[in-house]
C-alpha cells in the first residue's frame, strides 16, 4: 500500500494517508480554478478519518456543502473537503512525491481550459462523473 505524505510549502502544516483512496481524479470545473488558482485540480480522494494532519489548517466554504483547507501561514491549499459525505480530497500539489498520483478521469471538462489537452486515454465527463 502507497503512504501518501504531504504538507505546505511554509512545512507548518503536514499530512498523512496510509490508506488506499476511494478514487483520483483531475477537476476542470470553475471552483477548482479559482479556489486552486490553476487550469484544474488533480485530486485524491480519501475518507476524512483516514488522513491525518500535523500543525493548524484553516477552512472556507467554496459551496455550501463544501470546504477548502489551506495553511493559515503560507496560503497552499491541501484539501477540499465534505463533511456530510465524509471524504476529502487532497491536493495532489502539496504531496511530496506528486508522482504516487494516477489519475483515473477528468471530469467537469465543460469548464477546461481551452488549452488544456485532454488526450491521455483516460474517461472524462463534461459535468459530475456517474455514480459508481
Given at each position: 500500500m502507497t503512504n501518501y505524505?504531504?504538507?505546505?510549502?511554509c512545512g507548518a502544516v503536514r499530512y498523512r494517508a496510509e490508506a488506499e483512496p476511494i478514487n483520483q481524479r483531475v477537476c476542470?470545473?470553475?471552483?477548482?480554478?479559482?479556489?486552486?488558482?490553476?487550469?484544474?485540480?488533480?485530486?485524491?480522494l480519501f475518507r476524512i478519518d483516514d488522513v491525518?494532519?500535523?500543525?493548524?489548517?484553516a477552512t472556507?466554504?467554496?459551496?455550501?456543502?463544501?470546504?477548502?483547507?489551506?495553511?493559515?501561514?503560507c496560503g497552499t491549499t491541501i484539501f477540499s473537503r465534505r463533511d456530510?459525505?465524509?471524504?476529502?480530497?487532497?491536493?495532489?500539489?502539496?504531496?511530496?512525491?506528486?508522482?504516487?498520483?494516477?489519475p483515473e478521469m477528468h471530469i467537469f471538462t465543460a469548464s477546461k481550459q481551452p488549452w488544456v489537452s485532454v488526450d491521455d486515454g483516460l474517461p472524462h465527463y463534461e459535468g459530475a462523473p456517474p455514480p459508481a
Open positions: 505524505r504531504g504538507g505546505c510549502l476542470h470545473c470553475r471552483l477548482c480554478q479559482r479556489a486552486i488558482g490553476a487550469a484544474f485540480n488533480a485530486r485524491i491525518i494532519f500535523d500543525g493548524l489548517v472556507v466554504h467554496s459551496s455550501p456543502d463544501l470546504k477548502r483547507g489551506f495553511c493559515p501561514n456530510a459525505a465524509g471524504i476529502m480530497g487532497i491536493t495532489t500539489g502539496s504531496l511530496d512525491d506528486p508522482s504516487v498520483f494516477k
